[in-house]
């Protein structure tokens, strides 16, 4: 295995701050490279330089032995190095097969030649065996179809060294699983591939070595047949993971009661048909379920963001079906929004304005129509502390902020509302494994205090490592309640997919 | 009532609708790079007086055309450095464009012909009326699509080209790529900011037609604040059509008959400032059509807010 891709002692510095500081890697040809670490430690800036994106402070990157320079992602490009996105950089309107050539169309007689484009598509996506449907038009395909066509379109410039940023994070299990395949199967191509995540089962399956950044540093270059889970996650976080705190059998009252509630557009098929379940003082009920099986509707129901048509939603005893979200949320309950950006933040205000969200109107913090400020900031700042939010000051811009620390905020937001139901959706997406840590146990010690919680969550992992009892979702519909004790990944796994969970795949009818 | 709809209706129509089509494919090609040009009615009003201004100097038509083109080019570059270069706030930039295209030809319609109001000269000469050799003596049809200006035809014609441009050619591909998603055309290294000053002053030129259709074609003067809202009207269109240049035409052809019902309904004793409401009365009435729509694609719209 012959080298192909040499970064030697890279050092970038913003300003005080090192981002990375003598970071060396190789990588060569048919390798799958792993970067991990946790948010901050500087792995998109390493990968940011290799792609021209930014200019390192001091270091150097030889291809081939020959030492280059990029001025920007079209010079990457054009020397072989290609990079997918985390958030995808396609266009929605456009065909499946016009978003891999855009760029490098090809062309007849001046024209767009779309045709052809059709052809080299469909040949390339058989020669790696990446399945798509060039004529589909891509808003219409599902999230691993578009990055499947992210990474075709990366092929199709000619890219030998491909960098993968964070690609499993979007993704459902089965997705993930297919994502993989593609990777050893690109990586047997003789193809170099760059990979960055922070989940280390994934990293475990498919790397063949490892660097850890901590810190913007090395602290470890291994192969992966000789190192576990645990090391990685010790190298990556500079301590032992602690174990979550002692569950107390502790079942209380009922919360939250949600009775035969159905949503239903007009003669369309219902999103939510007839769901019944309840939440207790003290407990913990994590929902599973492929997403867009009536997960993110059920959440909308309960908080007052959509109506529904039938059915009722009892909160603490008072009936909140169809009622407003700021009654809803003074009743008790706080809600950890599935989309930061789109439901949980205003981009373009600062991290205090982002964190007063939801408080402006108790009395603690306004006097009269003036918001108190100088209270809030105290606040704030001992959120910052106790979650680790990584931001230069509370009035920095929420957007800049990475995701997993915009996540962070919000958490502490939700969490630090102390009311007796919290929804929780997916609460750790995109963020490291230090901060997980301290989100899963901040959920476990408000359990603990009897309050309940409501948890979905697209990763089995999280579900079983909190959840008392588990609910299965699918088609609009609950399709199995699985307790802590018999829950497996494969009893959830199958009824996720529409099967009965004892082993038949028939669906429920 | 019905006589006011006839063949004489039709040809008006397509009279009318000439600046706001060539106007609405301008701003078409503005919103397809993702800039929302609300400064249409000042390209148009800067291209009517540059139109006039070329015809009284030159005495030709055809440079006097070439002068409107290329002085609304100018000016739409002026907008291109502010929104694209400067990435000052396009709306803003495009209220300004307005005020500054109308109070331009004001100060220099009193610095150049020391006039107010309106400059009229009897020896100008406008556009002439093409009487297209066979189309022309077709019975009933004849009369309604020959005998007009050569921008009536160049508007109809720019609607096909700009439809070939987008759907055919690469850097119609690219500059809608733009539109879509700006921040994915610069990772695959397109040229973002040469593709919006292409667009931009495509858009001038187109604009600075318009104008000349109104200060050559329909009438020979010009007039303070003659586009009268017709920017305006294009934006409309633009939006009603989804930028896609045929459904342009469609609503642009809504709107050109509208105008010319306003001016046939006058003939009716219906005081003017009443009829004259027509196109806008439709114009609002389209905003309840257009509500969720914009400028092109609700997929990218959508994406981008989340």
């Known amino acids: 295995m012959s080298v192909r891709l040499e970064m030697k002692n890279m050092t970038k510095r913003y300003g005080q701050f090192l981002a990375n500081e003598g970071v060396s890697i190789a990588v060569g040809a048919g390798e799958v490279h792993a970067i991990v670490g946790e948010n901050g430690a500087g792995k998109t800036t390493l990968m940011r330089m290799l792609y021209g994106m930014e200019e390192p402070t001091s270091g150097e990157i030889l291809l081939d032995g020959k030492p280059v320079s990029f001025r920007g992602p079209d010079d990457a490009i054009r020397h072989g190095v290609g990079m997918v996105h985390q958030h995808f950089m396609l266009f929605p309107d456009f065909t499946v097969a016009e978003n891999i050539v855009i760029g490098y169309e090809p062309k007849r007689g001046g024209f767009f030649d779309r045709a052809k484009a059709m052809a080299d598509a469909t040949a390339l996506a058989e020669r790696y065996r990446i399945p798509v449907s060039p004529t589909a038009v891509l808003g219409e395909c599902s999230i691993g179809e578009q990055q499947r066509v992210e990474i075709l379109k990366v092929l199709y410039q000619g890219a030998e060294i491909i960098i993968l940023d964070e690609p499993t994070a979007v993704l459902t299990p089965m997705e993930v699983s297919e994502l993989l395949a593609t990777i050893r199967t690109l990586a047997e191509a003789g193809k170099s591939i760059l990979l960055i995540t922070h989940k280390l089962q994934e990293v475990m399956e498919v790397a063949d070595r490892i660097t850890v950044l901590r810190g913007g540093k090395v602290t470890g270059a291994v192969a992966a047949k000789d190192t576990s889970a645990e090391e990685l996650a010790r190298l990556m976080v500079g301590r032992d993971l602690e174990q979550l705190s002692e569950r107390t059998e502790q079942r209380g009252e009922p919360l939250l009661v949600v009775h035969q509630v159905t949503m239903q557009e007009k003669k369309k098929k219902p999103v939510l048909d007839q769901v019944s379940f309840a939440v207790h003082h003290g407990e913990i009920v994590g929902i599973a379920g492929v997403s867009g099986n009536g997960q993110s509707e059920l959440l909308q129901a309960i908080s007052g963001l959509a109506a529904v048509q039938s059915g009722t939603i009892r909160l603490k005893d008072t009936d909140v079906t169809n009622r407003t979200v700021a009654l809803i949320r003074e009743t008790g309950l706080a809600h950890i929004p599935e989309d930061r950006y789109f439901w949980g933040a205003a981009k373009e205000e600062t991290v205090a304005e982002n964190a007063l969200m939801g408080y402006h109107r108790l009395p603690a913090f306004s006097r009269g129509i003036i918001i108190q400020r100088k209270w809030f900031h105290h606040l704030v700042a001992a959120w910052i502390e106790r979650f680790a939010i990584k931001t230069s000051s509370a009035h920095e811009k929420a957007g800049n902020l990475s995701g997993g620390n915009l996540q962070k905020l919000i958490v502490a937001r939700e969490m630090g509302r102390e009311t007796p139901l919290l929804l929780a959706a997916e609460p750790t997406r995109g963020v490291d494994i230090g901060a997980m840590e301290t989100i899963h146990q901040a959920l476990l010690e408000k359990r603990n205090k009897g309050d309940g919680i409501l948890l979905v969550s697209s990763e089995l992992s999280e579900i079983l490592a909190l959840s008392d009892r588990i609910l299965v979702m699918f088609e609009g519909r609950i399709v199995g309640e699985l307790s802590r004790a018999e829950a497996t990944e494969e009893k959830i796994s199958m009824l996720m997919a529409g099967g009965r969970g004892d082993g038949s795949t028939q669906a429920t009818a | ?306």
């Open chain 2, 1 to 306: 009532m019905l006589d006011i709809f006839d063949s004489s209706l039709v040809s008006s129509t397509i009279r009318m609708v000439t600046p706001i089509l060539l106007a609405a494919l301008g701003g078409s090609l503005c919103a397809r790079v993702g800039i929302f040009n609300v400064g249409l009615e000042g390209f148009i009003l800067v291209g009517a007086f540059a139109a006039i201004v070329g015809n009284h100097f030159t005495g030709s038509l055809w440079l006097a055309l070439l002068l409107a083109a290329f002085v609304t080019l100018l000016f739409s570059l002026l907008f291109g450095y502010m929104t694209v270069h400067l990435r000052a706030n396009e709306i803003v930039v495009g209220v300004a464009i307005n005020f500054l295209g109308l109070g331009l030809t004001t100060f220099l319609l009193r610095a150049i012909f020391g006039v107010k109001g309106a400059f009229y000269d009897k020896d100008m000469q406008g556009l002439p009326q093409l009487q297209i050799p066979v189309l022309h003596d077709i019975p009933l049809l004849g009369p309604i699509l020959s005998g007009h200006s050569p921008l009536v035809y160049v508007s109809f014609a720019a609607a096909i080209l700009l439809y070939l441009f987008y759907y055919r050619s690469v850097t119609g591909f690219r500059v809608r790529a733009v539109g879509m998603n700006a921040t994915a055309a610069k990772s695959i290294g397109l040229n973002t900011v040469r593709l919006q000053y292409l667009a931009i002053s495509l858009c001038g030129i187109l604009c600075g037609l318009a104008g000349a259709q109104l200060s050559l074609g329909q009438v020979t003067m010009f007039t303070e604040g003659m586009a009268a809202g017709r920017g305006f009207i294009a934006l409309v269109a633009m939006m009603l059509g989804q930028s896609h240049p045929f459904g342009i035409l469609a609503s642009s052809l809504l709107f050109g008959l509208m105008d010319a019902i306003s001016i046939r309904l006058q003939g009716f004793s219906l005081p003017t400032q009443f009829t004259a409401m027509l196109p806008y009365i439709l114009t609002i009435a389209a905003m309840f059509f257009l509500k969720d729509r914009g400028m092109g694609s609700n997929r990218a719209s959508q994406q981008s807010g989340r």
